[in-house]
């Protein structure tokens, strides 16, 4: 199963990806800031959604 991180602020938009990427049967992961990105990269998802204005830590 592909990994899909999603790297999103906003909930709501962070929930709707999830819902539909996991009805697509995609292995979804979530990071609402940099910081916890940065975590979840160090796992090694298949595909990265990025929101690149992120709160705590860039990573542009």
């Known amino acids: 199963m592909e990994k899909i991180l999603i790297i999103e602020d906003d909930a709501d938009i962070r929930n709707i990806l999830k819902i539909y990427l996991e009805g697509e049967s ?15 990269l160090a796992k090694q998802p298949d595909l990265v959604i990025l929101d690149l204005m992120l709160p705590v830590k860039s990573l542009n």
């Open 26 to 40: 995609y292995e979804v992961w979530e990071a609402e800031n940099g910081a916890e990105a940065m975590k979840q």
